[in-house]
C-alpha cells in the first residue's frame, strides 16, 4: 500500500476505534517494521516500531492484569497470570491486530513483504504491541487501556481462555445465564502413595457432575467437564 493510501486507511482505522482526535503521523512509526528501515539503510535507531514494541508489551500488561483483577475477584495469582499469559501472547494479538486490518498498515522491506509478513504472526503482534505504546505515549494510560479493553480483552478472554480450563468454562456459562459460582466437594481414598480423588461439582445446590482422578484438580476439571456435557445436552433439548 502506498503512503498516501497508507495514511488514509490509518485515519479512518484511528476514526473507527474511538482515537480520531489522534495525530495519524505520531502513531505511524508503530508500524514500520525493522525490515523496512534496514533496506532503506535508515540511521535513526528508533526509525522502526521495536522500541515502542517494548514499551506498548508493558502497558498490554497491566492492562490485562487490571482488567482481570477487577473481572475475576475470586481467583488466586496463578489462575489469573496464566489467563494474562494468554491474552498477551504473539498468537492472541495477533488474531486482534488481523480484525482491525494491521496487516494493511504495517510496512516492511520488500523482501519480507514477498514472503507473506505483513500476515506473519511476530509482526502482527509486534505491531500491536507497539501501536498501543504509541496511543499511551500520545494520550496517557487512561486512553491506552480503554483501546485495549474494548479492541482487545473483551473480544479474545473468552474464546481464548474458556478451551483451555474446563472449570473456567463451567463457571463462565453459569455466571452468563445468572447462576452462583460453582462449588466442589472433595474427597480421597485409598493408601498414601496411591490416592484417589473424588470430586462433586454443584450449581445451585445441584449436583450436575462427579469426577475421578489421581488428584484434586484432575477430579474436579473431570466433575467440570461432565457438567459441560450436563448442561450442554439441556440447552440443545430445549432448542
Known amino acids: 500500500m502506498a503512503g498516501e493510501a497508507r495514511r488514509r486507511r490509518l485515519r479512518r482505522f484511528l476514526r473507527e476505534t474511538g482515537l480520531g482526535h489522534l495525530d495519524a503521523d505520531a502513531l505511524a512509526r508503530a508500524f514500520v517494521h525493522d525490515s523496512a528501515v534496514l533496506q532503506e539503510r535508515l540511521v535513526d535507531p528508533n526509525a522502526s516500531n521495536e522500541r515502542l514494541e517494548f514499551l506498548g508489551d508493558a502497558v498490554l500488561s497491566l492492562a490485562a ?3 482481570l483483577y477487577a473481572r475475576y475477584p475470586s481467583e488466586r495469582e496463578g489462575e489469573l497470570t496464566r489467563r494474562r499469559a494468554a491474552l498477551v501472547n504473539d498468537a492472541t494479538l495477533a488474531l486482534t491486530a488481523r480484525r482491525l486490518g494491521f496487516g494493511e498498515l504495517v510496512v516492511l522491506g520488500a523482501g519480507e513483504a514477498a514472503a507473506g509478513g505483513s500476515d506473519r504472526e511476530s509482526i502482527l503482534a509486534a505491531a ?8 499511551y505515549l500520545a494520550a496517557g494510560i487512561e486512553v491506552a487501556e480503554a483501546f485495549v479493553e474494548h479492541e482487545h480483552l473483551g473480544r479474545v478472554e473468552h474464546a481464548r481462555m474458556s478451551d483451555a480450563d474446563p472449570k473456567t468454562a463451567l463457571q463462565e456459562l453459569v455466571q452468563a445465564s445468572g ?8 474427597a480421597a481414598s485409598g493408601p498414601p502413595h496411591r490416592r484417589t480423588f473424588t470430586s462433586r461439582v454443584r450449581v445451585s445446590g445441584e ?7 489421581a488428584s484434586k484438580k484432575a477430579a474436579q476439571r473431570a466433575a467440570a467437564e461432565i457438567a459441560l456435557s450436563v448442561l450442554s445436552a439441556g440447552d440443545d433439548s430445549n432448542s
Open 207 to 213: 449436583i450436575l457432575g462427579e469426577g475421578i482422578g
Open 128 to 135: 500491536f504491541e507497539a501501536f498501543v505504546g504509541a496511543v
Open 65 to 67: 492484569a487490571r482488567w
Open 179 to 186: 447462576g452462583s459460582t460453582p462449588t466442589y466437594d472433595d
